[in-house]
């Protein structure tokens, strides 16, 4: 059977938590199915009127091109 071309979610949530993780670690965010280094781009969101801005980071791995996107949690009170 062919491999999957996107993430599972468990693969989503292995990324974001070494995303998290490299903040105190340092260490790079590696891709869990080829092991390459992921590129990590921030994707800003405006308000434009919504009364919130989205934070969200794009991983994209440079081997095997899949990416995940996920929100980043808001530094706010609530």
Not at 10 to 17: P, V
């Amino acid at each position: 059977m062919a491999e999957a071309a996107q993430y599972s979610p468990a693969e989503i949530a292995q990324i974001r938590d070494a995303f998290i993780g490299m903040a105190d670690t340092g260490t790079p965010v590696t891709c869990p199915r080829c092991g390459a280094i992921m590129t990590a781009r921030a994707i800003g969101g405006g308000s434009f009127g919504l009364g919130y801005a989205r934070k969200r980071e794009w991983l994209i791995c440079t081997s095997c091109r899949r990416s995940a996107i996920f929100d980043v949690k808001r530094g706010t009170r609530t």
